[in-house]
């Protein structure tokens, strides 16, 4: 079975500064995609990035990267230059074969300015 | 704004009531997904399905079903509805069935407060 674990239900930086969020997972298959989500207080889940398990660079979406290590199933989320509109709950989702993503329980970012 | 429509945005309803839910995919994307975030279980799939017909099943109750019509626009009932079903009910669409090579773009979300 699939699993995603977040093991930071919250964290905080200082606006402009760098977070990185972390994330874990399992599966048994070697082809599969993980994505990260933001999820603002409005609700709407909106997706950060994506990265697919056979690509060794890491992707990047303009001030999002992330840190894909395969070999121990780790995928985090950096954020650099963190903006007041960056705070938001994140999930960490997993694809593998079938269609449903599979979500860990969430980071709660929260920026202080 | 994603292009997928869900409807109502909040529900009230009392215990052993029924609902619909309803989902308009982007236009031109034939899978539709549903997903139940709660308080205790998070975020988890119910059901997927693709161009009229059920393609996957997650953790879906049997009082609940779904479905997906000619116009691709998808309803999630649900029924005998118990306080647990409380919970935020989110639609999402896809271009085809290729799992991850696709993104899967979520609509606003259905509220349901069971009473």
């Known amino acids: 079975a699939q699993t995603v674990t977040q093991s930071q239900p919250e964290m905080s930086v200082q606006e402009a500064e760098t977070v990185t969020l972390s994330c874990t997972y399992d599966t048994s298959e070697s082809d599969y995609y993980l994505f990260w989500y933001k999820q603002p207080p409005s609700r709407q889940m909106i997706l950060v990035i994506r990265q697919e398990a056979y690509k060794q660079q890491n992707a990047t979406e303009n001030r999002f990267s992330v840190n894909f290590q395969k070999a121990a199933k780790s995928f985090s989320l950096k954020i650099s230059d963190s903006q007041l509109g960056d705070a938001a709950m994140y999930f960490c989702?997993?694809?593998?074969?079938?269609?449903?993503?599979?979500f860990g329980q969430g980071t709660r970012l929260t920026i202080n300015p | 704004d994603s292009g997928v429509t869900q409807t109502p945005k909040h529900l009230i309803t009392a215990t052993g009531q029924r609902v619909t839910l309803r989902c308009s995919p982007r236009s031109g994307d034939l899978s539709v997904y549903w997903y139940q975030q709660s308080l205790d279980q998070g975020l988890q799939f119910l059901i997927q399905y693709y161009n009229g017909e059920e393609r996957a099943k997650g953790n879906i109750l049997e009082r609940f079903s779904a479905q997906q019509f000619p116009d691709l626009h998808s309803e999630l009932n649900l029924s005998s509805l118990e306080l647990g079903d409380s919970a935020l009910y989110f639609c999402?669409?896809?271009?085809?069935?290729?799992?991850?090579?696709?993104?899967?773009?979520f609509g606003p979300g259905t509220r349901l407060l069971v009473l």
């Open positions: 999402a669409s896809s271009v085809g069935q290729r799992g991850g090579r696709e993104t899967q773009y």
């Open positions: 989702a997993l694809i593998q074969g079938a269609q449903k993503l599979v």
